[in-house]
């Protein structure tokens, strides 16, 4: 196996924001982000005072949400969000950009709006991860300028997707791909090596997982956390780490 346990692990931030959670659920979920000593838990805002508490000397991060799901907060209420967050103690700051400026080209406004936000996590110490929610953004030329203005607004990391972008067709019925093959390593290929990868949606087994290191990124939002890394230990035990197959989308457009 051509990565270990903690390099699996230390990819995955544990995600617990589903929009049912409750104050049991967010327990069981730090104890079960640091049982498995994964890089992180990604927590609604609220909830960040009581996870720094629950995952104190772990090694576990604490991670929250700003402008989530669909970024269309002001920017000062995201700068805002990022200032309350890192003093209840989050140490990473997953932003969700405008989507509907991003679609106006108002280029300007997108930067200036993670540049905010990452001013103020940098105050207090904190990493930026800027999400794209790439299933509502039509072209790749959108993505790969979304990539530059996060380089320059000095963001720690690019992200796919939120895990909840559903997109409605025609037919009312609503699709979601979240992380593709296609747009990790689109991403991956229009950043530099200081900016990190970080996929959200559809990764929910081990293969998968490992297709994401293996394109470049180096963390993983999850909500399957205990089932791929139990895979992962039952296939070191029995030695069958043979090519698996994976469930990760291609997309592309």
Request: charged content about 25%; some cysteine; proline content about 2%.
């Amino acid at each position: 196996m051509r990565y270990s346990y903690e390099d699996l692990a230390g990819m995955i931030d544990h995600s617990l924001l589903h929009p049912t959670m409750t104050d049991r659920d967010l327990e069981a979920g730090c104890c079960l982000a640091a049982q498995y000593r994964v890089a992180s838990v990604c927590i609604k805002p609220y909830a960040v005072k009581k996870a720094a508490e629950l995952l104190q000397g772990t090694g576990v991060k604490v991670g929250t949400v700003v402008g989530f799901p669909h970024g269309g907060n002001t920017t000062e209420c995201k700068r805002y969000e990022t200032e309350v967050a890192c003093r209840d103690g989050a140490t990473e700051i997953d932003m969700v950009i405008n989507l509907g400026k991003a679609l106006s080209g108002d280029w300007e406004y997108v930067e200036q709006d993670i540049r905010a936000v990452v001013v103020e996590a940098h105050r207090h110490g904190a990493i930026v991860k800027v999400i794209f929610e790439n299933d509502f953004l039509p072209t790749d030329e959108l993505k790969v300028r979304l990539c530059q203005i996060c380089e320059r607004a000095e963001a720690e990391f690019v992200k796919t997707s939120t895990g909840y972008g559903f997109v409605k067709g025609a037919d009312g019925k609503y699709t979601y791909q979240g992380a593709t093959e296609h747009d990790l390593r689109l991403m991956r290929a229009n950043c530099s090596p200081k900016v990190q990868v970080k996929a959200a949606g559809g990764v929910r087994d081990l293969d998968a997982l490992i297709q994401v290191r293996d394109l470049g990124g180096t963390r993983c939002g999850a909500t399957a956390t205990a089932t791929m890394l139990e895979e992962y230990k039952k296939r070191a035990a029995t030695g069958a780490f043979g090519a698996g197959s994976s469930s990760l989308g291609t997309g592309g457009y």
